[in-house]
């Protein structure tokens, strides 16, 4: 937090989606020497060249990375290396759940400092609160080592049902103490909120397609229709995708049998249909999709489907444009590779991957920068589409192929034209931190306050911007809020909101004036 170059990451990779589709093991049978395989040889004896002879120690591991990289990098964006670290991260949060202590944290002044426990995990029921600064797990320092994420996270991970002492400081007291807590399965959510907007509208938000979305899912829109729900919500914006069968799942929740999902074609030819079956508890209901510049994969399956089934209405901007399928292949040592083996197709035919040329994906995923140049976040007309990839839904609409699902309603950003990089330091951990270290300096600020008396508070106090505005300028990003004030105040207030009375209130601020669902509701 003490250079621009931390956060160029969240600026530069907002946009970027990966779609997951987890497949089998690839075999390789022994064969006499092909050209194919002498080139594999002549990789495997050069590497073992520099083991043997090379003069200085050189790691293989990260030649061996290198080489992988490499390759990929000149086959297509999707098609991607995942060293060992970043596969079991990844991993965890598809599954949807991990063991251990249940913190939300970051590395505040080089220390583990508890942003917010999970509500009735582990470390909540152990004494752990906000702003406790973890110290040691066990006889392990965790301050003042600059230790990476995934290192921390292994600290304090563990089997189900062990112990982790926790020596903790917490400055409210300005005391140590040594709290137990005994790990166990810490969800992952998938569905981040399901909410009434009105007697008739539901919502539900999904941030990614993981193993227990569907589920998620499925129980929020059981609650939802025995409200009295007749028009449901989906929000996709932000969801850059995973596996496609939960969309598909989903999907068919509202689509009558045999209604076509996705069809997905191979290098072969081979085309494998998903059709709708009988089973679907919301289809005659209005139905609303709202999808951005980072929806991606998966959440483009759900819209297309929806879109060329005339089953519903999409909102929003033009989504980011992957219709590529990748499978994945595990290595021995952890990492593995998503090799892309196919493209997927809506039910009408069109394929909504974006343009890309191989070898140059920083270029692809930084088509935002494109977008912004074109107008297109403001201005539905300036979306590029090709008259010659025209396509017709079910009752005969036009939509368009070759780069994103275009809304049928279109609603621009909300930052004002010109300072669209806010848009994405908004929605990105940036506003967290600086909620976190305003609270920390003065948790007495809100104390014993209900949440319609910090609403109050909030609504009568312009403070935070101004002190956001030098909070940005403190990490290096030189920015004007003047004309952006109302925007900025509403995700600080959802901020607050979020770690001082948890999730639900969050979205209860978020969505108050939201612009996409004032397109719907109006």
Known sequence: MKSKEKYLPILLFACVAMG????????????????????????????????????????????VDMTVNSILANLDPHSVYLPASEQTSEAEIMKGDFVGIGVNFYMYNDTVTVVK???????????????????????????????????????????????????????????????????EVVPIKSVDTYLMLNKTSGYIKINRFAENTYDEFRAGLEKLKKQGMTTLIIDLRDNGGGYLERAVSIADEFLKDKELIVFTKNRKGTVDKTYA?????????????????????????????????DRGTIVGRRSFGKGLVQREMDFDDGSAVRLTISRYYTPSGRSIQKPYIKGEGEKYSHDFETRFESGELYEKDKIKVADSLKFKTKKGRTVYGGGGIVPDIFVPLEVK???????????????????????????????????????????????????????????????KLENNKTVVKKYITAELARQLFGESQYYNVILKDDTMLKAVLK
């Open 417 to 479: 034209k010109g300072e669209e990089n806010l848009a994405y330091i908004l929605n990105s951990g940036i506003v967290g931190h600086f909620v976190f270290e305003q609270l920390d300096k003065n948790r007495n600020l809100f104390k014993g306050l209900k949440f319609q008396q910090f609403l109050a508070q909030m609504q009568n106090d312009d403070s935070y911007t101004s002190k956001f505005e030098g909070y940005l300028k403190g990490v290096g990003l030189d920015m």
């Open 117 to 183: 426990p999970l509500e009735n995990g582990p470390a909540q029921k152990a004494g752990i609160l906000s702003g406790d600064r973890i110290l040691y797990a066990d006889k392990t320092k965790l301050f003042g080592r600059k230790l990476p994420t995934d290192s921390l996270f292994n600290k304090l991970k563990g089997e189900e049902g062990s112990n982790v002492l926790l020596t903790v400081f917490r400055k409210s007291t300005n005391k140590k103490l040594k709290l137990n807590v005994v790990r």
């Open 20 to 63: 997951v589709v987890i497949g089998g093991m690839v075999n390789f049978p022994k064969r006499t020497l092909s050209k194919q395989n002498a080139r594999k040889v002549k990789i495997e004896r050069l590497i073992d060249f520099i083991n043997e002879e090379y003069v200085d120690d050189v790691n293989s591991d990260s030649i």
């Open 277 to 309: 079956t009988t089973e679907g508890i919301f289809e005659t209901g209005k139905l609303y999709v709202l999808v951005d510049e980072n929806s991606a994969s998966a959440s483009e399956i759900l819209a297309g489907a929806i879109q060329d089934n």
